[in-house]
């Protein structure tokens, strides 16, 4: 997931003359409720380790607001 993120970053900057994203919204369809708790123990620590690798020299970090929509099977 790593690799996605980065690739994703490297794109907004290409788009926006070298700019990087101050804000990412990170939107996870179809997480069950036992599931939620590894999504956010797996996946936002991987978000955060590539920021901090490729923003280690802006004084303020960009802000993560994560969306998890439930699954629901009936």
Partial sequence: ????????????????????PTNFIIYRDGVGDSMREQVLASEIPQLQAVIADLYNKVAEP????VVIVNKRIT
């Fill in 1 to 20: 997931m790593k690799d996605i993120i980065r690739r994703a970053i490297h794109c907004f900057q290409n788009a926006h003359k070298g700019a990087q």
């Fill in 62 to 65: 960009p802000t993560i607001a």
